[in-house]
């Protein structure tokens, strides 16, 4: 029982203490726009001293985008407005975004012949960081773009359900009238 009771009160500490806690960042994106937007929805929790910016960075910590934030920093807080829409991207920017960078070369994307592949951004961050630009939290920025197998998914779940629907309206249509 003394140890359920010790473990209880480390748990509520832990809880109680946000130096304890470690940060944690939430967030969504979609693209859209005809491949030129994106929109994000970003949240995140016990940063100290206060996250004062959010950037997207390609991996070599070149800016893509920023979203706004509330002043002052707070540390559990989300973006303002929640969520914000970013026009005008470029393809690479996209690419980047969308899937992981892995495929960039596959968009039409050239590589250029002076520069090595290696030297090419290859992913996107999501970092948070204080007014002193310090990087408090980062983690990869992708969208939420289902796979295709989820795709195939729903449309084969919408074909049995309308396959069931013709054949009970079919046993509706030929059932005798009953008195």
């Known amino acids: 029982m003394r140890k359920l009771l010790g473990f209880n009160i480390l748990a509520v500490l832990a809880c109680a203490i946000p130096a304890v806690q470690a940060g944690s960042i939430t967030y969504s994106a979609t693209v859209g726009c005809d491949n030129t937007c994106v929109t994000a929805f970003v949240e995140w929790q016990n940063f100290n001293p206060g996250v004062a910016f959010v950037l997207v960075e390609d991996n070599f910590g070149d800016p893509l985008f920023t979203l706004s934030t509330d002043f002052p920093p707070e540390t559990t807080g989300e973006i303002d407005p929640d969520p914000q829409t970013i026009v005008g991207l470029t393809a690479s920017q996209i690419?980047?975004?969308?899937?992981?960078?892995?495929?960039?070369?596959?968009?039409?994307l050239q590589q250029d012949a002076v520069q090595p592949l290696s030297e090419l951004p290859s992913f996107a961050n999501l970092v948070l960081e204080d007014q002193s630009s310090d990087v408090l939290g980062e983690t990869v920025f992708t969208?939420?773009?289902?796979?295709?197998?989820?795709?195939?998914?729903?449309?084969?779940?919408?074909?049995?359900?309308?396959a069931?629907?013709?054949v009970r309206r079919r046993k509706l249509a030929t059932a005798p009238a009953t008195k």
């Open 95 to 108: 690419g980047l975004i969308e899937a992981g960078g892995s495929q960039l070369l596959g968009q039409g």
């Open 164 to 166: 069931f629907v013709l």
């Open 143 to 162: 969208t939420n773009t289902p796979e295709p197998a989820t795709w195939m998914l729903t449309a084969f779940s919408l074909g049995l359900l309308f």
